[in-house]
């Protein structure tokens, strides 16, 4: 099947393009090589399951074979990728040591609660697998497979039953601008809050390592090690700390003071600056993201505004026309995602039932309908998974934002969330197209040895899906998340604030709220506008003095 080949390899080529794009585009300016690669291969191997689903579903036996070398590949390369080499890597640039075994060695210290957790779970289930059927190689490959599917599965119960939800909302919401506006400036001023507070950390962590400086020089043995400090701080110019406020005193740092100093100082004080580099970087991006997007609907709305006011020719009508239909395409396309998450709903509802009443057990017919659909409904299927990674919010641990403003751990928290949930989510859709006989399943066939933790999970743990959803709606999974102070978030569902004020205040604060953020955008726009007047300026006067240079050196020569 010559289509076949073409069809792997152009998907993977755009896949890894779209790969490297995606964390080049969401990663900081200076993020580590390594974070790079590691961001990257896993979200190739994540999504490598959307090109190959569909052709597997087709159960072909001429190309049984080599999906199944594929998927053995895909799936074992997610599993230690996952498990083992994101976790260290995350860890190994979160730790303050300042070489390669010392980062290392803490890496594995921090990651070693969890592997001591999964080893002694693993003991305890073995044992009861030796009991019961033996205890072989097929046994211990399926008790790991099952174990990590399991922990994948549930992560999938909670972004897909919200993404079923919030989605479909979310794109409703956006038709209406007046709305949108509302909530751009409301989240502004709070974002612009954060980033003055992690301006002023920042300030008092610099004043402190001015401090160690005069002390440090004393010390060679030090001196090292504090360059190393002083480099991975803001430059001057980076940071402006005009818009510092007034904050408490950094407890970290008088411990950082006391003497005697020693080595130990030196890393306490390297770890709080790189925590102090993501929180500027989660919030300074959050900022900037919101003012960018409000500033963008802004100049819309004045547009509209401005032809309303002036007399109906055909381009105005024309213009006119074209913002009513962008605001109807944008309600339309939020109530057919919403008809696709009830289908969907349904089909998990109906997982345990005969293949009659899911919708989707068609694509089991070998034609080639059954991969544009599949690839569709899959695609659909991820696109609901990881609508809340990229807008969820966890204050100083996890923010992804585009245009280079994304921090090491952020990123890396993200990718590890796509390998989490990438073959979890492939099972579930076997589950609901009624595959039976796919090359994937033979790969991951042996976690029916372990079934209560196996396949008896995986076909009872879909009504959960449901039951997150419904309590999505009310906004109860938003405000279970804000009752717990380590999981504090904002933004998985921050459009809630402009409908339900109890979340966040009475009606006047949030009145307040919104006008102090409209006059934090009319402030940076016109920062901006001032910044391109003397750029252009700057430009027109290089070019007249170039002129005139032009001029004497033409003059000279006539004179000559």
Avoid at 58 to 76: C, F, I, K, N, Q
Avoid at 84 to 110: C, H, S
Avoid at 474 to 499: A, G, K, T
Wanted: glycine residues 6%; charged residues 20%; proline residues 4%.
């Amino acid at each position: 099947m010559s289509w076949v080949g073409a069809y792997l390899g152009f998907g993977f080529l755009a896949l890894l393009i779209a790969s490297v794009f995606t964390i080049w585009f969401y990663a900081r300016r200076g993020t580590p090589v390594m974070v790079y690669i590691a961001g990257m291969l896993a979200m190739f191997f994540a999504f490598a399951t959307v090109i190959l689903l569909p052709l597997d579903l087709l159960e072909d036996p001429d190309t049984t074979g080599d999906l199944t070398s594929a998927w053995r590949v895909v799936y074992w390369f997610s599993f230690v990728l996952n498990w083992v080499g994101i976790p260290l890597v995350q860890d190994y640039y979160n730790a303050g040591e300042f070489t390669f075994k010392g980062k290392l060695w803490f890496a594995v210290k921090a990651n070693a609660k969890l592997y001591g957790a999964a080893a002694i779970l693993g003991v305890i289930i073995a044992i009861a697998l030796a009991a019961t059927k033996g205890l072989g190689a097929n046994e211990m490959s399926g008790l790991a497979i099952a174990m990590a599917q399991t922990a994948g599965f549930v992560v999938v119960v909670i972004l897909l039953g919200h993404g079923m939800v919030e989605l479909p909302r979310s794109l409703w919401r956006r038709s209406d601008q007046r709305r949108m506006m509302d909530y751009y400036r409301f989240k502004a001023i709070k974002a612009h809050r954060k980033y003055q507070q992690a301006i002023a950390e920042w300030s008092q962590t610099l004043r402190t390592i001015d401090r160690l400086a005069e002390t440090v020089v004393e010390q060679p043995e030090l001196q090292k090690a504090f360059s190393t400090i002083r480099a991975g701080c803001p430059k001057e110019g980076e940071i402006d700390m005009n818009d510092a406020v007034e904050a408490a005193p950094l407890p970290i740092l008088a411990q950082i003071e006391r003497k005697p100093y020693t080595m130990k100082t030196m890393v306490k004080l390297n770890q709080h600056c790189k925590l102090l580099t993501r929180r500027y970087t989660q919030v300074s991006g959050l900022r900037a993201e919101l003012i960018r997007d409000a500033m963008k609907l802004q100049f819309q709305m004045d547009r509209h505004d401005a032809l309303a006011a002036h007399t109906m020719t055909c381009k105005n009508r024309f213009l006119r026309f074209r913002a009513g239909c962008t605001r109807w395409f944008g309600m339309s396309v939020a109530i057919v995602f919403t008809l696709i998450a009830l289908v969907l709903e349904f089909c998990e509802v109906t997982i345990p039932a005969s293949q009659k009443l899911c919708p989707l057990a068609f694509m089991r017919s070998p034609t080639g309908f059954q991969v544009g659909a599949a690839l569709v409904f899959f695609s659909l299927l991820w696109t609901m998974t990881c609508q809340l990674l990229f807008f969820m919010n966890i204050p100083r641990y996890y923010h992804v934002s585009p245009n280079h403003h994304t921090d090491e751990n952020s990123l890396l928290y993200m990718a590890g969330n796509f390998l989490n949930v990438a073959a979890p989510l492939t099972y579930n859709f076997h589950a609901l197209s009624k595959a039976e006989s796919t090359a994937f399943l033979k790969v991951i066939g042996s976690m029916k040895l372990v079934p209560f933790l196996g396949s008896g999970v995986h076909s009872g743990l879909p009504i959960f899906i449901v039951i997150v959803s419904i309590i999505t709606i009310p906004h109860l999974l938003q405000r279970f998340c804000n009752c717990l102070p380590f999981l504090r978030s904002e933004e998985d569902d921050d459009e809630i604030s402009l409908v339900d004020y109890g979340v966040y205040g009475d009606r006047d604060e949030e009145a307040i709220t919104v006008r102090e953020g409209q006059m934090l955008i009319d402030q940076v726009r016109r920062r901006q506008e001032r910044e391109a007047e003397r750029k252009a300026a700057g430009e027109d006067q290089n070019e007249g003095q170039n002129g005139g240079a032009d001029a004497d050196g033409v003059e000279l020569a006539a004179a000559a």
